[in-house]
C-alpha cells in the first residue's frame, strides 16, 4: 500500500488531510477527537490577543442548495475568529499537543498592524508546543475597521511586513493564509515568500451574498432584518481554488502550498496535489458531514494512490501543472497538430513516387 503521510516544512504529517480554520477546531474537546478520528492535522480556529472585541451573531451561516436534488452546494458564513480568551487557548493548545505528540497542530493567529502584537502573540502561542503558524490575512469579513484579516492580505507591502515580524519571533514554520478576494492571487503569495512564509494556504472564503429571502426582502443570514456580504465556500467555489492554488504553486515554486476550497472527497482532494497542494485542508465539508468524513478520505486516496502504482503522497504532488499554459500557445499546439494529421492522413501521395524499391527500403526499421 502506498504511505499516506508527508513531511511539509520538517512536519510529519501522518495523511495530508488537515482541518481548516473554522467551527471544526474551536476548542481542546473537538480538536482531540479530530485527532483520535485520524485527521493528521488541525489548524485552529483563528485566535487573538483581545477576546473582547469578538461579537458573533446568531444566525451566522447560509446555505444554498441545488435546484433539483436540494443538495448543498454553496455555504456562507459571517462568523468572526474565536471569541475565547486568550489564555484559554493557550491552556488548550498545550493539553492538545500533549495528548497527541504525533499529530500537527497549527496555530491561526490574527493581529492588528503592529509589530508587538505579532510578536507577543508568536511567542506566547508558540510556548505550547504547537508545530506551526498560519497567519490569517485573508478573512473576508468582520473586523475591517481594525485593518485585520483581508484589509492586510490584499496589501502585498502589508503582508511582507506582518510574515517578517511573524518569522521574526517564530521557531516553527510559519504559513501565510491568502484572501481570494483579489485580481491576481500570486502577488501576495509573492511577497509573503518575500518575507520569510515557509508556506502558503489558500483559499479562505470569497465575499459573496448567499442570497435574498424574495418573502422579506432582506439579504441571508438576516440578524435583526439586516445582514453583510460574508464568506462563501463549499463545492461551489472549487473552480476558483484550483485556479489560485495553481497560480500560487506556480508563481512560488520554493514554498510549500496547503490547498484548500470546496474539498469534499479525496477525488477533490487529489486534484488540489496535482496543481501543487502538499496538504489539503477542510472545514465546510466538515461542518456539513462531520468529523468523520476523513475515514473515506483516508480510503478513497489509499486506493487512487495504489491504482496509479504511487508510493506516497509526495508523487503526486504538482504533476498537472507542466499542463497549464497560455492560450497563444494552445493555438499553436492545435495548428501543429493539425498539420501532422494533415500530413499523415496524406503520406502516400508523398512517400511513392514510381522507384518502389528505394521508397520501400525508406520504410524499413534498421
Request: glycine share 10%; charged share 20%.
Amino acid at each position: 500500500m502506498a504511505h499516506l503521510g508527508i513531511t511539509v516544512n520538517g512536519m510529519k504529517f501522518p495523511n495530508p488531510f488537515v482541518l481548516g480554520s473554522g467551527p471544526p477546531g474551536t476548542n481542546a474537546k473537538v480538536i482531540k477527537r479530530s485527532f483520535e478520528l485520524g485527521w493528521g492535522g488541525i489548524v485552529c480556529k483563528t485566535i487573538s490577543l483581545d477576546n473582547t472585541q469578538v461579537h458573533n451573531t446568531v444566525p451566522r451561516y447560509g446555505k444554498l442548495a441545488a435546484r433539483e436534488s436540494g443538495e448543498v452546494i454553496g455555504f456562507q458564513n459571517i462568523e468572526l475568529i474565536s471569541d475565547r480568551p486568550f489564555d484559554a487557548w493557550l491552556d488548550d493548545l498545550a493539553d492538545c499537543k500533549q495528548a497527541h505528540p504525533d499529530k500537527m497542530l497549527i496555530a491561526s493567529i490574527m493581529e492588528e498592524c503592529h509589530k508587538d502584537r505579532w510578536v507577543e502573540i508568536v511567542e506566547r502561542t508558540q510556548a505550547t508546543g504547537i508545530d506551526a503558524f498560519e497567519l490569517n490575512l485573508s478573512c473576508p469579513h468582520g473586523l475591517p475597521e481594525r485593518a485585520m484579516g483581508a484589509a492586510m492580505g490584499q496589501n502585498p507591502d502589508i503582508v511582507e511586513q506582518v510574515v517578517g515580524w511573524a518569522k521574526s519571533a517564530s521557531k516553527v514554520p510559519v504559513w501565510a493564509k491568502m484572501t481570494p478576494n483579489i485580481t491576481d492571487p500570486s502577488v501576495p503569495a509573492k511577497a509573503a515568500v518575500r518575507g520569510g512564509a515557509d508556506g502558503i494556504s489558500a483559499i479562505n472564503t470569497i465575499l459573496g451574498v448567499i442570497g435574498i429571502n424574495l418573502d422579506t426582502w432582506r439579504p441571508m443570514p438576516t440578524v435583526e432584518g439586516y445582514s453583510e456580504p460574508g464568506g462563501y465556500s463549499c463545492q461551489a467555489v472549487r473552480p476558483i481554488a484550483l485556479r489560485q492554488v495553481m497560480e500560487i504553486a506556480r508563481s512560488c515554486p520554493t514554498a510549500t502550498v496547503s490547498g484548500m476550497g470546496g474539498i469534499e472527497s479525496a477525488e477533490d482532494a487529489i486534484q488540489f496535489m496535482l496543481v501543487g497542494s502538499h496538504t489539503v485542508q477542510i472545514c465546510t465539508g466538515a461542518m456539513l458531514q462531520g468529523y468523520a468524513m476523513i475515514k473515506p478520505l483516508l480510503e478513497g486516496l489509499s486506493a487512487y494512490l495504489d491504482r496509479r502504482q504511487c508510493a506516497s503522497v509526495a508523487d503526486l504532488v504538482g504533476k498537472s501543472l507542466p499542463y497549464f499554459t497560455t492560450h497563444a500557445d494552445l493555438v499553436a499546439r492545435q495548428r501543429a497538430s493539425k498539420r501532422e494529421k494533415a500530413g499523415q492522413a496524406n503520406r502516400d501521395a508523398t512517400t511513392w513516387q514510381g522507384d518502389i524499391a528505394k521508397e520501400t527500403d525508406t520504410l524499413v526499421t534498421g
